[in-house]
């Protein structure tokens, strides 16, 4: 068997999904004078300022306090506000998890919250910065779906969504470039997949910032003979079950690829789908359950077997399970 | 309601909470009875509210954010017509939407989901900001334990509300000086707490919470700060034997002290 090689693809225009979210807030807000943004003294790492510029009165800032800003996310909705809660995901997630369960959704609070910067994005300030948990705490909490786009259109269409949609969300959003993966115009539909290659030999999952890598991963499955079917799942809860089930029983053998720990995420979540419905073997990538050392995002998602050719010589290896 | 009604209004439900805490064969009965004077002040007098109409956006806002003492705020509710009053028998039942809790996807009047304790005030923070933000008139309450104010998420309301200007919010922390397991005094003393509300920028007034003219006079007031409303109050209020007693936090009394408890409450009627 031939080893397989790095294709030498163009470079890539970049984007980071921050810009597409802070736009199209600003948009939304033009024609809603509903629409709140609520931070923790995040501003600039939210991209809040062209909303701050344009609709200061409209920006309310708790300081430094997540479980504060949670709770008043929950009281503006209640006082009829649309709140868009934005902070770095670690903190929004981990500091005011009980707040987001027992204000956010148990309460089924009308509270958008965006986490920003998730994953591994805040790379080299280390683990404590990184958010490789929050699928995990987040996806078993009942009324909140789960979403976590993987480019500028689909972070554009997903905040649409949010703000038409009746009830809480957390929108998992990064830093790290990436590249356009769907067509402008882009309609975000929770919980259904978005198939972006057909095939018939494995299926490969992702959402956020691997997405590309995994359809990378496929074009070099595709020179060894190997067609991967390539599915983005940006909603991690409710699952698109049917687009799984499908996967399973058509191309026999499913790879999620996540940037989350390894525990409770996406993968997790498709292997719920598959034991209950359609068993295949599986292969989970993301953190393998440990704390980064220092490096950027894309070098340690690479140290965790998820650059593009790593991710085909796994679905290889899990094709040959089949 | 007059003081007198209002008095009358709240021993009526003091005997209710013990019945169906009694009967329920649980509940935390000592917090309740300590917080009645302040529902029922609330309810009957100073909540500008709409039983029929419990999501009007115009109504006042009232969070317990002693969400542990719900059998007291259903009554509440349930008196002042929100709910049917013969519902109250399926407090803690299979099944009933009254839960140890408040459900505020369940119970009309209940404004937000409470129970893990601390979360109360700044979504009240949050309901005050909201009316700024969009020129509502209506008030927002909440009330806290004392005990509860050992919870940092409450300081980080509390700055919050000074800095956003919420002359529109009221916090009534019930200072029965007892929590789950032991004196205030003894576990965290956070008391007194008008030096530190007030050091925060807020107005604060003293009352006894459990003396219904001053519970009235300190709800109905206004100023052009946040203003908290420290009750002194007694745990097991109006019950002789539960008065002060850490132990009536959640105890449920038996037969006897059942009978004796409601001889006392009714005697009072």
């Known amino acids: 068997m031939n080893a397989l090689t790095q294709t030498g693809a163009p470079a890539e225009k970049l984007h980071d999904c921050r810009d597409a979210f802070a736009e199209t807030l600003e948009r939304l807000a033009a024609g809603n004078d509903t629409i709140v943004a609520v931070c923790n003294d995040s501003v600039g790492s939210s991209k809040l300022g062209g909303f701050k510029s344009k609709f200061p009165e409209r920006l309310v800032n708790v300081g430094i306090a997540e479980q504060n800003m949670i709770g008043v996310g929950a009281g503006l909705a209640n006082g009829g506000r649309l709140p868009f809660v934005c902070a770095a995901a670690c903190f929004l997630t981990g500091r005011a998890l009980e707040q987001i369960k027992a204000d956010i959704s148990y309460s089924n609070a009308n509270v958008k919250l965006i986490g920003i910067s998730s994953g ?166 993301g953190v393998p359950g440990v704390y980064a050392h220092t490096g950027s995002a894309e070098m340690l998602l690479d140290e965790y077997g998820m650059a593009p050719l790593a991710i085909a010589e796994a679905a290889l290896a899990l094709v040959k399970r089949k | 309601m007059q003081t007198q009604e209002l008095e009358r209004m709240a021993r009526q439900i003091r005997r209710r909470d013990l019945q169906a805490v009694f009967e329920a064969g649980a509940g935390h009965i000592g917090g309740e009875m300590s917080a009645i004077d302040i529902l029922t002040a609330l309810y009957f007098r100073v909540l500008r509210i709409y039983p029929d109409q419990p999501k009007h956006p115009g109504r006042d806002r009232f969070v317990l954010s002693k969400g542990h003492t719900a059998c007291a705020l259903y009554i509440t509710l349930a008196k002042r017509g ?148 420290v009750a002194h109050t007694n745990k097991g209020h109006g019950i002789s034997f539960m008065q002060d007693r850490v132990d009536w936090h959640h105890k449920v009394p038996n037969k006897e002290q059942y009978e004796i408890a409601l001889a006392e409450l009714s005697e009072a009627l």
């Not at chain 1, 789960?146 to 649409?160: F, L, M, Q, S």
């Not at chain 1, 499955?221 to 909603?235: C, D, K």
């Open chain 2, 82 to 229: 929100f709910l049917p009053e013969d519902e109250i028998s399926t407090f803690l039942k299979p099944g009933s939407r009254l839960n140890g809790h408040p459900n505020c996807n369940k119970v009309p009047g209940v404004e937000t989901n409470t129970g893990p304790l601390g979360h109360g005030l700044p979504v009240a923070v949050g309901m005050a900001k909201a009316a700024k933000l969009s020129g509502a008139d209506y008030r927002t309450f909440v009330m806290t334990g004392d005990g509860e104010m050992q919870e940092g998420s409450n300081w980080e309301a509390i700055m919050a509300a000074a800095q956003f200007g919420l002359d529109n919010l009221t916090l009534v922390v019930d200072h029965n000086r007892f929590q789950q397991g032991a004196a205030l005094a003894d576990t965290n003393d956070i008391a007194p707490l008008r030096p530190k509300l007030e050091a925060f920028g807020w107005e604060v007034t003293e009352i006894n919470g459990n003396a219904m003219a001053e519970v009235v006079t300190a709800l109905e007031y206004r100023g052009a700060r946040p203003h908290c409303v």
């Open chain 1, 120 to 285: 591994m994005a805040y790379g080299e300030l280390g683990p404590t910065h990184h958010s490789i948990e929050d699928f995990a705490w987040t996806r078993v909490l009942p009324n909140l779906p789960v979403i976590a786009p993987c480019d500028r259109i689909e972070t554009a269409a997903a905040v649409e969504w949010a703000a038409s949609y009746d009830g809480p969300c957390f929108l998992r959003l990064s830093r790290v470039g990436v590249p356009d993966l769907l067509p402008e115009g882009h309609v975000f539909v929770p919980g259904r997949a978005n198939l972006l290659r057909d095939g018939k030999d494995v299926t490969l999952i992702a959402n956020g910032t691997l997405t590309h890598r995994i359809l990378k991963a496929a074009a070099l499955l595709a020179e060894r003979g190997v067609e991967a079917r390539v599915l983005n799942m940006a909603t991690v809860r409710p699952i698109d079950e049917e687009a799984i089930i499908s996967a399973a029983r058509e191309t026999g053998a499913i790879l999620t690829a996540e940037e989350h720990s390894i525990f409770g995420g996406l993968g997790s979540a498709v292997a719920e789908v598959v034991v209950d419905h359609q068993p295949v073997p599986m292969k989970r990538l």
